[in-house]
């Protein structure tokens, strides 16, 4: 048995770029604006403000995390 990280098919290293991150959370923000008919800085504000979500690690998170 080993601890070591074996070889993942079908997971590029190189798909995951801070490009295609914000690529990726530039589409979100749209589909949901376009969804909402609001603008995707009033997106923006809604997710940060009134959700208390952030951006961590290229994923949407609540601000305030808890062990529970």
């Given at each position: 048995m080993s601890t070591e990280d074996g070889e993942?098919?079908?997971?590029?290293?190189?798909?995951?770029?801070?490009?295609?991150?914000?690529?990726?959370?530039?589409?979100i923000l749209n589909e949901i604006a376009d969804t909402l008919k609001i603008s995707t800085e009033h997106v923006h504000h809604i997710i940060h403000k009134y959700l208390c979500m952030r951006r961590l690690c290229a994923k949407w998170v609540l601000r305030e995390l808890t062990f529970d």
């Open positions: 993942c098919s079908g997971r590029l290293k190189e798909v995951v770029t801070d490009e295609n991150n914000k690529k990726i959370h530039k589409m």
